[in-house]
Protein backbone atom coordinates (compact mmCIF):
# COMPACT_ATOMS: atom_id res chain seq x y z
CA UNK A 1 0.00 0.00 0.00
CA UNK A 2 1.42 3.27 -0.87
CA UNK A 3 -0.19 6.47 1.09
CA UNK A 4 0.39 10.20 -0.85
CA UNK A 5 1.00 13.63 1.39
CA UNK A 6 1.66 16.96 -0.22
CA UNK A 7 4.61 18.65 1.42
CA UNK A 8 6.98 21.24 0.13
CA UNK A 9 10.37 21.23 -0.83
CA UNK A 10 11.41 24.47 -1.39
CA UNK A 11 8.80 26.62 -3.49
CA UNK A 12 7.55 23.68 -4.82
CA UNK A 13 4.34 21.85 -3.87
CA UNK A 14 5.56 17.93 -4.20
CA UNK A 15 3.43 14.97 -3.81
CA UNK A 16 5.07 12.27 -1.69
CA UNK A 17 4.08 8.61 -2.08
CA UNK A 18 5.41 6.24 0.53
CA UNK A 19 5.22 2.81 0.75
CA UNK A 20 3.66 1.56 3.69
CA UNK A 21 5.92 -1.48 5.03
CA UNK A 22 4.66 -4.86 6.35
CA UNK A 23 5.08 -5.35 10.25
CA UNK A 24 8.35 -7.37 9.73
CA UNK A 25 9.71 -5.28 7.51
CA UNK A 26 8.89 -2.10 9.36
CA UNK A 27 10.83 -3.48 12.58
CA UNK A 28 13.70 -4.46 10.96
CA UNK A 29 13.91 -1.28 9.20
CA UNK A 30 13.69 0.52 13.10
CA UNK A 31 16.05 -1.43 13.99
CA UNK A 32 18.61 -0.60 11.20
CA UNK A 33 17.97 2.93 11.58
CA UNK A 34 18.38 2.56 15.26
CA UNK A 35 21.86 0.87 14.92
CA UNK A 36 23.07 3.31 12.00
CA UNK A 37 21.94 6.50 14.34
CA UNK A 38 24.30 5.17 17.04
CA UNK A 39 27.10 4.39 15.16
CA UNK A 40 27.03 8.10 13.25
CA UNK A 41 26.69 9.80 16.62
CA UNK A 42 29.44 7.84 18.42
CA UNK A 43 31.91 7.63 14.98
CA UNK A 44 34.67 10.30 15.25
CA UNK A 45 35.63 10.03 11.42
CA UNK A 46 32.54 10.09 10.38
CA UNK A 47 32.47 7.47 8.34
CA UNK A 48 29.12 5.73 10.02
CA UNK A 49 27.32 8.72 9.28
CA UNK A 50 28.23 8.27 5.51
CA UNK A 51 27.08 4.63 5.62
CA UNK A 52 23.58 6.67 7.52
CA UNK A 53 23.00 9.07 4.67
CA UNK A 54 23.63 6.63 2.16
CA UNK A 55 21.18 4.63 3.76
CA UNK A 56 18.38 6.96 4.12
CA UNK A 57 18.97 7.30 0.43
CA UNK A 58 18.31 3.96 -0.48
CA UNK A 59 15.11 3.87 1.60
CA UNK A 60 13.82 7.06 -0.31
CA UNK A 61 14.89 5.85 -3.58
CA UNK A 62 13.44 2.53 -2.87
CA UNK A 63 9.97 3.25 -0.77
CA UNK A 64 9.27 6.69 -2.02
CA UNK A 65 7.74 8.08 -5.08
CA UNK A 66 7.68 12.34 -6.17
CA UNK A 67 5.29 13.73 -8.38
CA UNK A 68 6.06 17.45 -9.19
CA UNK A 69 3.00 18.81 -10.85
CA UNK A 70 4.16 22.48 -12.45
CA UNK A 71 5.88 20.82 -15.35
CA UNK A 72 9.36 21.18 -13.60
CA UNK A 73 11.89 18.44 -14.72
CA UNK A 74 13.77 16.52 -12.02
CA UNK A 75 16.83 17.08 -14.21
CA UNK A 76 16.15 21.12 -13.48
CA UNK A 77 16.24 20.97 -9.82
CA UNK A 78 19.76 21.56 -8.00
CA UNK A 79 21.37 19.25 -5.26
CA UNK A 80 20.60 21.50 -2.67
CA UNK A 81 16.42 21.09 -3.48
CA UNK A 82 17.06 17.36 -3.97
CA UNK A 83 19.12 17.07 -0.49
CA UNK A 84 16.00 18.68 0.85
CA UNK A 85 13.56 16.46 -0.71
CA UNK A 86 15.55 13.15 0.53
CA UNK A 87 15.16 15.03 3.80
CA UNK A 88 11.35 15.38 3.70
CA UNK A 89 10.99 11.99 1.86
CA UNK A 90 12.59 10.59 4.89
CA UNK A 91 10.29 12.23 7.47
CA UNK A 92 6.98 10.80 5.54
CA UNK A 93 8.64 7.37 5.39
CA UNK A 94 9.08 7.76 9.28
CA UNK A 95 6.11 9.31 9.80
CA UNK A 96 3.46 6.88 7.50
CA UNK A 97 5.33 3.87 8.74
CA UNK A 98 4.90 4.62 12.29
CA UNK A 99 8.77 4.07 12.90
CA UNK A 100 9.71 6.39 15.62
CA UNK A 101 8.44 4.78 18.79
CA UNK A 102 10.11 1.42 17.25
CA UNK A 103 13.67 3.54 16.42
CA UNK A 104 13.51 4.58 19.78
CA UNK A 105 12.79 1.35 21.73
CA UNK A 106 16.03 0.12 19.55
CA UNK A 107 17.98 3.06 20.39
CA UNK A 108 17.17 2.34 24.45
CA UNK A 109 18.02 -1.44 24.01
CA UNK A 110 21.34 -1.50 22.24
CA UNK A 111 22.40 1.61 24.77
CA UNK A 112 21.53 -0.72 27.28
CA UNK A 113 23.42 -3.61 25.91
CA UNK A 114 26.56 -1.23 25.20
CA UNK A 115 26.37 -0.86 29.04
CA UNK A 116 25.45 -3.96 30.54
CA UNK A 117 27.30 -3.46 34.55
CA UNK A 118 25.90 0.47 34.67
CA UNK A 119 23.22 1.02 37.20
Same mark, same amino acid.
Given at each position: ?WIESAVQVGDL?????????????????????????? *????DAQGNSTRAWH??? #? /??? +????? =????? %?? +????? %?TSWWTEAIGVA =??? =??????? #? /???? +??? *??? +?????? =? *??
Open positions: MPVCVSVERLDDQRREQTAAVLAWLTL *EALTEHV #A /EIV +RDHVA =FVIDD %GT +RPDDL %G =FIQ =FVRHNEL #A /ESIN +RHV *EVM +RRLDRP =F *EA
